[in-house]
């Protein structure tokens, strides 16, 4: 296992390398150099693009000048955004990035979770209505203009029925008088979520080592949940924050809706096609020649071994999810590095654009390499080249 | 050798017939699977939309106030006008008709999904075949290529890339079709010419002295065309929920295009009033997603085709 991490994390550090220097081509490719852009720029004053030129190396080779953008990346240093100047773009860019995280790992996690049930399901009862109707809704959800279904999201829950905000972070409104400001809150959120995850799987792992299945598994199962869920409530009670968080994830809820909408299609068509070659595999005969119960010969054995390309389709899937986050970040005005990009390509402010895409892929490429790691922990024959057969397990 | 000896002449009769009875058992399969024929209906009607449009356009339909880009009713008291007689999809918050301009951005969907598609598939197929023949530094190259492009946000680059130059549809179709090709094409090309270059006719073909483009052209390529026609058609999808994407946030310098009507209405503050305005997004936004839809329910009926194990049994 440790020398498939060290082989992924090799080519992931080449991934970047090469991901670096396409878009230093594309900003040289740019006519003229980037100077010239900040010249005809009226709110940035001569000195700035003197010292610009001076920290770009402009006068100096193209060897060197790849060097020195190397270096200034990796070091955060992207230089001050055109229209929010004088702010530096790592200040903007570091602001957004935990929102995008979330919005991303929420919506991904939450469209594998519902394509991998339904997928199964469909599977299992092939040629029924059920196919037709959800391989039908599947597919439309898929091809649909997106824009267009986060829209009609936007109408139908927030500006017709008023249940939820219609786009924004937060309500200015209440925010005016808040003691903290939104990112204090919103980490906090995040804390809270990957305590209570950790809490509860803990859970889970014990108690499915220690009891046996059956009704008082469930009851210590379920009454864990219930104090995990109470312990946080009363915690955000006594911080007097409750308000402000549930604002946060009120504003959360239509863009992860949307962007799970476009993306579970796709994995619950896959899992149907994988399940229904799964299901003719001879295991799955013998499974039910024992006579075993059908959801155990689903669950179990069919399901288990789908998983495999569901998985993989998911670690190819990751930009397009990426994709879909930008469009959903704009269109719910909802401030992550995805709306970052969009503006700034819209306004023509060159450093923030290169900042939030540069920023951007290297988030994407340590998504891969997870989701890689997560692949070999699946699929023990990733392992072999490893040289270390089901060491993991 | 010349081509019109008769012992060649026979051979290509015979390799005909051969041809022939094996597309007719393609298409009853690609028939059966019952998608595919829809969506080729479908893309059908797409077609004769846009041959219609210049028909239209010279005999029925008065240019002033038809013209998709510059056409103006003045006879209608207030824009966007409900559908009508004379506008059967009503206007849009300029004053132009919407059928019109729905017909007119069909031709252009087209160009652009052809055009992105041949080029994904011709850089694909060649590179996925040299990358299984010659394999080595040939294949490594190729594939991590692939895994960026894979990786990589298509709409983040074209946003970076639409912020630097100005972009029009064949720019996009040749971008969409580049990225495309090196991206998921190769690996599945590359994967399938694998299982082809092992064969012993090519090991064969080898044997006599057949150079490797000649043998590539001969053997390998055409054994992976099937399934480079599949991935075509796929890709035809992503070209034009791409561009959609791309005109819905203005980002394009296109004349009109689905997408372009989308933000029209949006821009004009519309689209919050669905019901009210229901003809400024319903038609561009169905069309996107039906002729998405209709070129990837084709794929997947040539699915069925090229991959046996996915029929029902």
Redesign the interface.
Known sequence: MASFLAHRLV?AV??LL??MTVTFV?IQ??PGDVTRLYLSHPRIPPEVRQAMAERLGLNRPLAAQYLLYLRNVLTGNLGVSFSRYPTPVWDLVAERLPRTVTLFLTATLLSFWVGFTLGRQLAWRRGSWLDYAATGVG??L???????VA??L??AFA?RAGWLPLNQFVDPELWRRAPVDANHVFQRLLGNFALAAGVLAAVLWLTGREMTAGAGRLVVRLSGAVAVVAASLAWWQQSGLARFAWDIVRHMVLPVLALTLISFGGVMLLMR?AM??TL?EDYVLAARARGLPERVVRDRYAARNALLPVVTSLT?G???V??GG??TE?LFSWPGV?QL??E???S?D?PL??GA?TF??IF??LA?VVADLLHAVLDPRLRVRGGEVGAGE | MGPGSRGARARRAAWWRRWRRSAAESWRVFAESRIGPAGLVVIGLFALMALLHPLLMGRVWDPAVYDPVTGYDPYLPQHPAPPSAAHLLGTDPLGRDVLSQLMYSARAEFLLGVVSALISVVIGTLVGTAAALFGGWVDLFFM??A??V????????L??????YEMGLLELAVLIGVLSGFG?ITIVIKSQALAVVVRPYVEAARLVGGSPWWVLRRHVVPNVMPLSFLYMMFNV?SAI?SE??LS????LNVRTS??LM?HTA?AGGY??A?DRYWWL?LPP?LA??LL??AF??VGRGMEEVVNP??RK?
Request: proline share 2%; net charge neutral; glycine share 8%.
């Open positions: 080519q080449i991934t090469v991901f594309i490719a740019i597919v439309s898929w091809t649909a203009f997106y824009p267009l829209l009609v936007m109408w500006f096609d229904l070659e003719r190819l990751i930009g397009g990426a994709s930008i469009v704009t995805g990009l969009l700034s390509a819209l023509q060159y654009v290169l895409f951007t892929g994407l490429i891969h | 991590r290529l895994d960026l894979l990786l990589f946000p298509f709409i983040a680059l946003l970076l890339l639409s912020a630097v998921g999808t929920l959609a994407t819905f946030f203005g980002l689905w997408g989308i949006e689209l919050l669905f997004w936004g996107i997603t998405c839809a990837y329910l194990r996915l049994r």
